[in-house]
């Protein structure tokens, strides 16, 4: 069974820093997608950044970007320029087959 | 365009109720996803519906089913509610597609007594 880890339950940042978070995954697709979703405070999830598996490019969305490593399993989110309304939980998420696997999230805090 | 609802936000039962959750996808997506919330076991897929059809079923007992009508909007229904599936259910919509951005509805905060 496809599994989706992230081993950081809590991340802190300094305002406008960098903060890297981590995910891996398992599976035995060759195409699959891999997504970052953003969950605020009683707020709506939503997406922040996508890859599939095919593209070599590592996404970026702004101040979001993605190190992407096949080989490797691994998917991890690079937030840069951290604010205040980054934080939320954060979702790493696996798509492929006719499975849709979330981790467990990360809690980032973000301090002024 | 309105986002995805979901109806009721909040829901309060006994066990050995049933209950049915309701999904309101964005106008043109036909791909509507249930998700469990909670602390334990962050969030747990639990079916994609597309055309009326279940495409996908996660690890879940049959208690829990679901349908999608012809409008796409879908809904969810858990018989015999145990304590443990007190939770958030969220409903995802999206265009076909595995690579395509789920668009997440509120939820609906589910707690069984």
């Known amino acids: 069974a496809q599994t989706v880890t992230q081993s950081q339950p809590e991340m802190s940042v300094q305002e406008a820093e960098t903060v890297t978070l981590s995910c891996t995954y398992d599976?035995?697709?060759?195409?699959?997608?891999l997504f970052w979703y953003k969950q605020p405070p009683s707020r709506q999830m939503i997406l922040v950044i996508r890859q599939e598996a095919y593209k070599q490019q590592n996404a970026t969305e702004n101040r979001f970007s993605v190190n992407f490593q096949k080989a490797a399993k691994s998917f991890s989110l690079k937030i840069s320029d951290s604010q205040l309304g980054d934080a939320a939980m954060y979702f790493c998420a696996y798509r492929g087959g006719n499975d849709m696997r979330f981790g467990a999230g990360t809690r980032l805090t973000v301090k002024p | 365009k309105a986002g995805v609802t979901q109806t009721p936000r909040y829901l309060i039962k006994t066990r050995g109720q049933q209950v049915t959750l309701s999904c309101s996808p964005i106008?043109?997506?036909?791909?509507v996803s249930w998700y469990q919330q909670t602390p334990g076991q962050g969030l747990q897929f639990l079916f994609e519906y597309f055309s009326e059809t279940q495409r996908n079923k996660g690890n879940f007992p049959g208690r829990f089913s679901g349908r999608q009508f012809s409008n796409s909007r879908s809904e969810m229904n858990v018989s015999t509610l145990e304590l443990g599936d007190s939770a958030l259910y969220l409903c995802?919509?999206?265009?076909?597609?595995?690579?395509?951005?789920?668009?997440f509805g509120p939820g609906t905060r589910l707690t069984v007594l």
């Open positions: 599976t035995s697709e060759s195409d699959y997608y």
């Open positions: 106008s043109g997506h036909r791909s």
């Open positions: 995802a919509s999206s265009l076909i597609g595995r690579g395509n951005e789920q668009f």
